[in-house]
Every structure is written in structure tokens, then in C-alpha cells.
């Protein structure tokens, strides 16, 4: 059977169906095509920070009516002590079943969008070194040839589009942490809904509160540690009860579902595009998910090809319009990706002194007094290597009144 279209996503999670939604606003035709039958689950970070973008593509009423709690605190817990404070604007944390199905099905309000679900894309149709479209598997085992001007892939970081392309990667880093995740039901809350991060003998937990009654509690561990947790998830929880006042919070807790796990995540950028093709998402750039930016990445990336595809139709050159999406991409990546390898791989056990000057320090006003009109400075000086960090810190703190 042949299919054309004005262009082909092959993935219709946040990224692919994020740009359906873009294209289908100008009146692109769009088929996008995924493996998995929505609404379906996929590994995620959960965090949805960079709201704007949500509510850019008219889903964020949609997102919220789901029952979503917003969360506009942050603590970090070092030991038995933690430092907690606003954010300059609220978090969503919703499940990716829900998130990606929402996304979808506002694409598919668009007349010219189409999905077919359960197509396994396992070849890429080429004329004269040119992208031409693809071959795809559907559930009945029958092979279908879908042709476009353009063939996208948004299908995560082991993209098949991007290796029958030969998309090369750069800035590469393997895996750094194994991390595991579950659904929690009845964890006590706080008295506000907060995203809690725990640094605690080298390893990071993370809680972030979905609905009400649900969380979502992660752990970031050693590598070697995987194998033990993978075949033994119950001590994903012992861990976790090691926590500060984590043993009181779970005594009515269970678990929803079963933990989920990976090795780590591989952090690179990938080449954008090419001649009849480009990557977003994952497949573009990937990172460890311990600064939680997975999905406002796959946003941002679908909005600046967006643009680009727009410009194409409007006479311009792909070759440079590629090039330039590539810039602008990793321009704005390029901070975050470079802050979460310094956190990761900076990330490590306190020595029992740190650790205990520290549970002085927090527990003494005084010292507080002392240090805060300093910490400033300190942070500037401390981050000469990684000027993103100060400067993260100084836009929201923007946000909060900061002036010069």
C-alpha cells in the first residue's frame, strides 16, 4: 500500500506528536507512525516543568484536568537535614500514559494528521541518496511503504531512523547511573505538594507528587548495584526507607505496578538532519535523567523544527534550515546538558565530617545570618567551570525580585 504525505513522524510520543500537533496547525500532512498502541507507558522522568510549551499546544487544560497536583516547592534533603524553597513557577507530574495519549489525540484533532499504531517502521525508503519515506510492519505482520517530502524520527535513543540515516553522534558520554522507578499509592504528603530530592551515601532519590494519593519515588544508584535491585526490587524500598522520614511516610504505602529500571541513560547530541530527513527528542539528544529535562527538551526540539519545516515551505533551503535548527538546538541544550554531567558525575558520598558540619550548620540560625549575604559570591567562585550553574540560579532568582 502507498501512503504520501507532506511529512512522516515515526514516533508519536511527546516529541512526535508535539510536532503533529505544530504541522497540523499550518496544515501539514501528517502520518505519524508508532509501535505501541496508545494509550501506553514508556520510561520517562516525569517532570514537566517548562509549562509554556504545554500550554502552547493547547493541551495544558487537558493535562491539568487529569488531576494533576501543581508543585511550586522544591527541598533537597542532604542526610537528615534539607534545604526547601518556591520555584518560580509550577511543576506537572503526570504519567506518560496520559501525557502522550492527551498530546496525540489533540493532534489528531487536526484533519490532516493520520496515526496508525502498532507499525513497526523497519526500512527507510532512499532515491538518488535522498529520504523518501519508510517501511512498516503492521501488527498482522503485513509490510506497508508510506512515502513523504520529509521523514522524521522521533523514536527515542536507540532511533532507527537515525541509524539507517548514519546520523552521527557528538559530545558523547556513556551511561553514568542505573535508575529505577515506581508508583507509589497513600505515601504521607507534606502540607504542599514539593518535589523532593534526596542526596544521601552517593545515591539521589527523587519523590515528585502526581495526583492526589499517587507519587512517583525514584532512585539513581551505583552501577553496581543494578543487577542486586533488578533482581531483587524490594530493595528498591529498603533503600528508599533509609531516607529521611521516609520509613514514617511509607508504613501506609504501596506500591502500584512494579518497579522499572534501566542501565542509565547515554548522553550525546545526534546530526539534526539531512538530505529528506531530521531527529527530535531522545533521538536527537539524550542525557542522564537526574535533572529531569527529557520531555521540555523533546518540546523545545519540536518547536524549532517546526519553524524550520515552516521556512522550507516558504521557499528556503533545507541544507541551511537543517543547519540552523541544529545551531539553535544545541544552543539551548547545550547549558542543561553540560550542568547534568557535571551534577552526575560530580555526585558523590559526603565524607562523615562534611556531613556533619553540615546537619550543625542547618539546625543553627546564626550561621545562616552569617552565610547567606556570602552565598552568592561563593557560588560564583565555586562554578567558574560551569557558569550555567550561577547563571541558572540568577534567572530565577529574576523571578523572585533580584535586581541589579
Wanted: glycine share 8%.
Amino acid at each position: 500500500m502507498n501512503s504520501n504525505a507532506d511529512v512522516i513522524i515515526v514516533g508519536a510520543r511527546v516529541a512526535g506528536a508535539s510536532l503533529a500537533i505544530l504541522l497540523g496547525r499550518i496544515g501539514k500532512k501528517v502520518l505519524l507512525l508508532d509501535k505501541a498502541v496508545f494509550p501506553s507507558d514508556t520510561l520517562s522522568t516525569h517532570h514537566l516543568s517548562h509549562l509554556e510549551y504545554v500550554k502552547k499546544l493547547g493541551v495544558l487544560e487537558q493535562v491539568e484536568a487529569s488531576g494533576l497536583r501543581k508543585i511550586n516547592r522544591m527541598r533537597t534533603y542532604i542526610g537528615n537535614s534539607f534545604i526547601e524553597g518556591p520555584r518560580a513557577s509550577y511543576t506537572l507530574i503526570p504519567r506518560r500514559e496520559q501525557f502522550d495519549h492527551v498530546l496525540v489525540k489533540k493532534a489528531l484533532s487536526y484533519p490532516t494528521v493520520e496515526l496508525k499504531e502498532g507499525y513497526q517502521v523497519n526500512d527507510i525508503l532512499k532515491n538518488q541518496g535522498r529520504v523518501q519515506g519508510v517501511k512498516a510492519q503492521d501488527k498482522k505482520g503485513k509490510v506497508h511503504e508510506f512515502k513523504a517530502s520529509l521523514v522524521v524520527g522521533a523514536d527515542g535513543k536507540n532511533s532507527f531512523i537515525a541509524k539507517q540515516t548514519g546520523a552521527q553522534k557528538y559530545n558523547e558520554q556513556s551511561p553514568i547511573r542505573p535508575v529505577f522507578y515506581g508508583y507509589y499509592h497513600h505515601v504521607q504528603p507534606l502540607v504542599e505538594p514539593t518535589t523532593e530530592i534526596f542526596l544521601d551515601k552517593g545515591r539521589i532519590g527523587f519523590l515528585f507528587p502526581m495526583e492526589p494519593g499517587v507519587d512517583c519515588l525514584g532512585l539513581e544508584v551505583f552501577p553496581y548495584e543494578f543487577s542486586e535491585i533488578a533482581k531483587h526490587p524490594e530493595r528498591f524500598e529498603e533503600i528508599y526507607r533509609q531516607f529521611y522520614g521516609m520509613e514514617r511516610r511509607l508504613e501506609q504505602a504501596s506500591l502500584q505496578g512494579k518497579i522499572i529500571g534501566t542501565t542509565g541513560m547515554p548522553n550525546f547530541f545526534r546530526e539534526a538532519g539531512g538530505n529528506g530527513w531530521a531527529l527530535v527528542g531522545d533521538a536527537a539528544h539524550s542525557k542522564d535523567p537526574s535533572t529531569g529535562l527529557g520531555m521540555n527538551d523533546a518540546l523545545m526540539q519540536s518547536f524549532l523544527l517546526a519553524e524550520a519545516i515552516e521556512a522550507w515551505d516558504n521557499g528556503g533551503s533545507w541544507r541551511e534550515l537543517i543547519k540552523h535548527f541544529q545551531k539553535q538546538r544545541d544552543e539551548n541544550l547545550g547549558p542543561g546538558y553540560r550542568l547534568t554531567l557535571d551534577y552526575i558525575q560530580s555526585r558523590r558520598a559526603l565524607t562523615s565530617q562534611e556531613e556533619s558540619l553540615f546537619q550543625a550548620m542547618a539546625a543553627n540560625p546564626m550561621v545562616w545570618n552569617k552565610v547567606v549575604p556570602h552565598l552568592p559570591k561563593l557560588l560564583k567562585q565555586q562554578s567558574q567551570h560551569m557558569p550555567e550553574l550561577y547563571g541558572s540560579v540568577e534567572h530565577e532568582a529574576k523571578s523572585f525580585g533580584l535586581e541589579y
